[in-house]
């Protein structure tokens, strides 16, 4: 398949699933009836069309970081969830509750940066830890996330006696794209944008830096600098979105691969622009299945994971015929 | 073009030591045994290492070719376009120049050892008017060394090469030899290399022996 063709069906997936979306939830609305005066029009318009926005701005957000995660270090297994970041940003979004608790007001200033100072933190110790080994840095990011996820556990424990209107546990740990404001979508689409233009601009710089840092040197690239920037990038987009959904996991791993399966190229030029355009309509399904097409409302991760098992186990496969 | 009073220290130990010799026209040999400062010498030429003293005189662009890459999943052409340097155009003549026309769309990790080494070679050499390459003829069969030999005497004519190796067969296309050891190096033409020479650099007794017109280098090993 050409990239073209997979950014098409992408685009042209996404009004019927918004519509999809739109009718799914706690109340069901018929297509029809979206347009009617009353509580379906407010049910609609002012409360899951923002979140059906949020939800394939963050795919296509979390798919492009993925792509970059996995280019830039040379491992199929990397995406925001897998290193960590998501976690680490979950317990500083955490963080800024309890700040709010001790009197220190203003907590939605320092939300973002404290999610971002925690998923950086997150992102740098399991990328050093692993040391560019595949497998190295997977078991590094399962255990900086569990230690995140205990830490937010703990924290919330603590927190949600004092604090009643702080989101649930299966919030912080597995996301819901309940409540977004359109100024949130803004900032979304904002840092959509800016990520898939940055990414798709310098893709035959990473495609260099993928088969070589020596020959990416050579052109006066600093490998693990580029690296760095690229890793800060991830951090601040994950804060936002984790700050304002939860963490959402499995999406930045799984779309790269489907690009790059159906795409028979591996390459930044192909897959970043691919997973940009198909990460909207793999979230935006997701979580019209989460919110309740179910017949009831789970987290998004708990979907998106059920979606990714059998990619992951595709990857590795392949990874073992290439061995051979 | 030249390299004069070259020293390049790494992690707090010299590597290279007052290294001074001329790049020729054609194709100029690095000799050496491990640890000599092969790579690190190719690294300095290309910019990648500064060195503490000394300068590295070269025209032009540099293309490189690294001893070791990743597998990568796209398309040779893809490969080729890689730091989006030069014209698509280009890229596909060198291809052709190395033998591999036609291979543009074929997936990089899926050719052979031998094959994604001249892919790497034509993009080397389609990148710069010098053009430095580390081990190209390490693992391959001897079909396989044998076009990448082919490919090196044939584009000696028109870019000046500097080949890093331990495959002494390289010395019979070599213009210039350049050997390093223990940090400094001797500069000789191909035909001084003899026994004794060879035999001092490796520290074990090498035979050179001539045959078919061409050198045959034998080391010793029941010493």
Same mark, same amino acid.
């Given at each position: ?22 009718? $799914? ?59 960590? $970041? ?37 992102? !740098? /110790?399991?990328?050093? /830890? ?19 996820? !205990? ?18 546990? !299966? ?85 790269? #691969? ?38 009831? &409302? ?5 979907? $998106?994971?059920?979606? &990714? ?7 590795? #496969? ?7 | ?35 000599? =400062? ?8 290309? =910019? ?35 730091? =989006? ?139």
């Amino acid at each position: 398949m050409r990239p073209g063709t997979l950014i098409l069906i992408s685009f042209l997936s996404i009004p019927p699933l918004t519509i999809l979306f739109l009718s $799914t939830g706690a109340v069901f609305v018929p297509p029809d009836k979206f347009l009617a005066s009353g509580p379906y029009s407010l049910i609609v318009w002012e409360i899951r069309l923002p979140a059906a926005i949020a939800a394939a701005l963050i795919g296509s957000i979390l798919a492009v970081s993925g792509a970059v995660m996995q280019i830039l270090y040379r491992n199929p297994l990397l995406d925001p969830y897998i290193a960590g $970041t998501a976690s680490g940003a979950a317990f500083g979004a955490l963080l800024a509750y309890l700040l709010a608790t001790a009197g220190r007001a203003y907590f939605f200033l320092y939300q973002v940066p404290l999610a971002f100072l925690f998923a950086a933190i997150a992102s !740098a /110790v399991t990328l050093a /830890v692993g040391r560019g080994n595949v497998y190295a840095t997977v078991i590094a990011g399962v255990a900086v996330s569990y230690l995140f996820s !205990a830490a937010t556990t703990i924290g919330l424990s603590y927190l949600s006696s004092r604090v009643p209107q702080i989101p649930p546990l !299966a919030f912080w740990l597995f996301g819901y794209i309940d409540y977004v404001s359109y100024r949130v979508d803004a900032a979304l689409a904002a840092i959509a944008a800016a990520l898939a233009i940055a990414a798709i601009k310098e893709a035959r710089r990473m495609d260099l830096i993928a088969i070589s840092d020596e020959m990416a040197k050579v052109r006066r690239i600093r490998p693990d600098g580029y690296r760095l920037a690229w890793i800060s990038a991830i951090s601040l987009s994950t804060a936002l979105i984790v700050s304002q959904v939860g963490v959402i996991g499995f999406v930045g791993l799984m779309v790269p #691969h489907v690009a790059r399966l159906a795409l028979r190229n591996g390459s930044a030029t192909a897959v970043i622009p691919a997973s940009a355009a198909l990460g909207a309509p793999v979230l935006l399904a997701s979580d019209a299945v989460a919110r309740g097409l179910l017949g009831f &409302s789970a987290p998004v991760t708990a979907i $998106t994971s059920i979606f &990714s098992a059998p990619v992951i186990v595709l990857v590795l #496969h392949a990874g073992k015929r290439a061995e051979r | 073009m030249q390299v004069r009073g070259l020293s390049v220290r790494l992690g707090g130990s010299y590597v290279l030591e007052d290294v001074s010799f001329d790049i020729v026209e054609g194709l100029n040999l690095v000799l050496g045994p491990n640890g000599a =400062g092969k790579t690190t010498l190719l690294r300095t030429i290309a =910019g990648i290492y500064k060195p503490v003293k000394g300068r590295v005189d070269v025209r032009g662009e540099v293309g490189y070719m690294p001893a070791e890459f990743a597998d990568a999943y796209m398309p040779v052409m893809d490969v080729l376009l890689a730091g =989006g340097r030069r014209s698509p155009g280009r890229y596909l003549a060198w291809l052709k120049a190395v033998g591999l026309e036609g291979f543009e769309n074929r997936i990089f990790s899926e050719l052979s050892t031998g094959q994604k080494r001249l892919v790497l070679l034509a993009k080397a050499l389609a990148e710069g008017e010098l053009v430095l390459l580390d081990e190209p003829t390490a693992n391959l069969d001897p079909a396989h060394k044998a076009l990448i030999m082919g490919v090196l005497q044939r584009v000696k004519k028109l870019k000046t090469l500097v080949v890093a190796t331990h495959d002494l067969d390289l010395v019979n296309i070599a213009d210039n030899v350049i050997l390093l050891k223990g940090g400094s190096a001797i500069q000789m033409r191909p035909e001084e290399l003899n026994e004794k020479v060879l035999s001092a650099a490796y520290g074990i007794p090498i035979l050179v022996v001539e045959a078919d017109g061409r050198k045959l280098f034998l080391p010793r090993y029941d010493v």
